[in-house]
């Protein structure tokens, strides 16, 4: 599948919150409502959208303290994280080259006690090495209590084949009384007190003209001076974390082969950076069985 500026822009919206400002995208790219939607359904239709999940800020239904947090994980197979971790959200998964200098999965979860959830994916079948980081603390007393046909309108969520079309309706201009209700749950921009959010699975690498690239890097050069050289790139770049206390990940939007051999062209002449690995996003999957357990059982 080939994508434009304007597909990414989409895309990355819908990563990230699961719905798109339209009148925003309007604005800024000069489209119509009608070819966004066509957009996205063809991002549907072809394969690029799998699937819709289901998430869910569980600190603020069950109360008391809580965190968010983000394991990067050196794995030398699949991993059951539903068995793993209880509250697991997210898992982000990468292709490494070669394997054990960036993390091949990226987890996104909920818990009480991140040492625990340490130590339970250290004892993971298939897990090498794995890094926990803390992303979001919460303390919300009390939790907010669902009534049971509050449950019930959750569990819609997981009986209906979901399309972007159905979830902008239901959050821009729902009609029926469970589009109301579900619209008053879920979290957007309009609706900053929605406890769920509807979120797509994405395979990145159904595209063919663009990668969102992780470079592995190791340097003595402080951030602010690689930040400094990597802008000679003229390339959208980031510099993030630092696996295994030593290779430093640096991303890059990737539109063709140019780019990737402009940036390796010009990390090769660098002497004070040396190139150790990459990484390419592959695709995400929205971890949830736990949601519909919980609506299921408290719906009852």
């Known amino acids: 599948m080939i994508i434009d500026p304007i597909d990414l822009k989409l895309l990355r919206h819908l ?3 699961g ?29 690029l959208i799998s699937r819709y999940g289901v998430k869910c800020f569980i600190p603020a239904i069950a109360g008391g303290k809580w965190f968010r947090g983000c394991a990067f994980i050196d794995s030398s197979g699949e991993i059951e994280f539903n068995r793993a971790i209880p509250l697991a959200e997210e898992v982000i998964e990468n292709i490494t080259i070669p394997s054990g200098v960036m993390p091949n999965k990226v987890l996104l979860f909920y818990a009480q006690n991140l040492k625990e959830c340490y130590r339970l994916l250290n004892r993971t079948p298939n897990v090498k090495y794995v890094e926990i980081y803390k992303v979001g603390e919460y303390n919300v007393t009390p939790g907010y209590d669902l009534s049971k046909e509050e449950w019930r309108v959750v569990l819609q969520l997981f009986e209906n084949n979901f399309n972007f079309k159905n979830i ?9 009384e469970d589009e109301v209700r579900l619209s008053r749950l879920l979290l957007h921009q309009g609706n900053r007190r929605g406890l769920f959010s509807i979120i797509p699975e994405i395979n990145w690498n159904l595209i063919k003209n663009f990668a969102h690239l992780h470079i592995g890097i190791t340097t003595r050069l402080n951030s602010r001076d690689l930040k400094k050289i990597l802008k000679k790139l003229r390339c959208a770049s980031n510099i993030t974390t630092l696996f295994k206390k030593r290779f430093l990940q640096v991303e890059f939007d990737l539109w063709g082969f140019s780019d990737i051999q402009n940036i390796l062209n010009f990390l090769f002449g660098e002497n004070r950076i040396k190139l150790q690995g990459f990484s390419f996003a592959r695709c995400n999957r929205i971890i ?3 949601i519909r357990d919980l609506a299921d059982e408290r719906a009852k």
């Open 15 to 17: 990563e990230a919150q």
């Open 19 to 47: 719905y798109i400002p339209i009148s925003e995208i309007i604005n800024k790219f000069l489209i119509t409502k009608e070819e966004i939607l066509l957009r996205v359904k063809n991002f549907e239709d072809e394969g």
């Open 168 to 176: 902008n309706t239901i959050i821009s201009e729902p009609s029926r």
């Open 288 to 290: 949830d069985n736990w």
